[in-house]
């Protein structure tokens, strides 16, 4: 499909690629650059007021939402996977902040988040889908973590096997589209309000976009966060 409008501003960008086929990587790359930005500025703020940051200050700020969005995400982990949480937090973070970020990036005016592509999107699914069943395999064992999909039943569970396996394979890509597909929706929407209200709605739209974006990110986490719950989980005796 042929590029419309006005073109992006990420493929004019020095020392990266300008051909259309880089958009995606291009985006990554300033997203990644964000990140670790972000990282050293919350590393060198913790290195220095390590014990005042441990008290919420009631004033909004970046510090604040930083912790708000920790706090809930930490707590949503820990909710679901008991004393585990705190073992496969690390990783769900990753991926919440990886995502959260890339949502954000599409409010960005002529950008095109990482998240609006399949590419990317399907990569953050098979990475999910790759660690929760290591961490079913680490559990479990091979064996046992095999067995959990005849669900008790043995010989006569390997046609309930069948379907949770045939479930299994196909989470990478419902996590991708899902995604996907919902921040697709989402920043077209807004790109099409903004153009026929451009000088009414634009600070409630990017409001509510951040918002979506924010919500988009959780319920990655969420869906990566249950399916290592059900990979881990042991069989009350």
């Known amino acids: ?132 069943n290591i961490s079913g395999i680490r559990s479990h064992g091979l064996a046992n973590y095999g067995k959990h999909f005849l669900m008790g039943l043995g010989i006569f569970g390997l046609p309930i096997a069948f379907f949770e396996l045939i479930s299994h394979v196909i989470r990478p890509v419902t996590l991708g589209l899902r995604l996907m597909i919902n921040m697709h929706i989402d920043h077209e929407l807004a790109r099409s309000f903004g153009e026929i209200f451009a000088w009414l709605l634009p600070v409630p739209l990017l409001l509510f976009g951040v918002l979506v974006c924010t919500i988009q990110a959780f319920l990655f986490a969420i869906l990566t966060t249950v399916y290592v719950q059900m990979a881990t989980e042991h069989e009350e005796h």
């Not at 008290?55 to 707590?75: C, M, Q, W």
């Open 1 to 132: 499909m042929e590029h419309q409008g006005p073109t992006t501003w990420l493929l004019k960008l020095p020392l990266l690629p300008h051909s259309e086929e880089y958009l995606v990587f291009n985006g990554s790359i300033i997203v990644f650059l964000a990140i670790l930005v972000f990282s050293l500025i919350a590393n060198a703020a913790i290195r220095k007021n390590g014990n005042a940051l441990l008290i919420p200050s009631r004033k909004f700020s970046i510090a604040t939402v930083a912790d708000l969005l920790v706090e809930g995400l930490y707590n949503l982990v820990t909710g679901v996977l008991g004393h585990h949480g705190e073992e496969h937090f690390s990783l769900i973070a990753a991926l919440f902040i990886f995502v959260w970020f890339s949502n954000l990036f599409g409010l960005i005016p002529l950008s095109s988040p990482p998240t609006n592509s399949v590419d990317t999107t399907f990569a953050l699914g098979i990475t999910s889908f790759l660690y929760y």
